[in-house]
Nanobody, 120 residues
Framework: QVQVEESGGGLVQPGESLTLSCAAS????????MAWYRQAPGQQRELVAK???????DYKDSVKGRFTISRDNAKNTVTLVMNSLKPEDTANYFC??????????????WGQGTQVTVSP
């Protein structure tokens, strides 16, 4: 079984920064893509950023230039550095491992989420 655990959320003021971390553990052969999603109250879960195994990245338009995603393939970890945070970034942030290869096959896995609140 694969466990995905996020950390690093918290309460910050507008303009400040936060770094989210995510670690996947278990019998993992490889992870094709790692991603961060977020979900605000009453809203659908949305993709924030994703990174392929080869380092290619993609970002939601509203976070481009402010957020940076990176990963360590050897450690099965992914990091999201969030700068110049805005109140509209407030949400529960989820880590997802996509096309995760294990002895049981290939599947996707979600973490439990970490809350980010941006407020004066």
């Amino acid at each position: 079984q694969v466990q995905v655990e996020e950390s690093g959320g918290g309460l910050v003021q507008p303009g400040e920064s936060l770094t989210l971390s995510c670690a996947a553990s278990g019998s993992i052969f490889s992870i094709s893509q790692m991603a961060w999603y977020r979900q605000a109250p009453g809203q659908q879960r949305e993709l924030v950023a994703k990174i392929n195994r080869d380092g290619r990245t993609d970002y939601k338009d509203s976070v481009k230039g402010r957020f940076t995603i990176s990963r360590d393939n050897a450690k099965n970890t992914v990091t999201l550095v969030m700068n110049s945070l805005k109140p509209e970034d407030t949400a529960n942030y989820f880590c997802k491992t996509i096309r995760t290869a294990t002895p049981q096959g290939v599947s996707d896995y979600w973490g439990q989420g970490t809350q980010v609140t941006v407020s004066p």
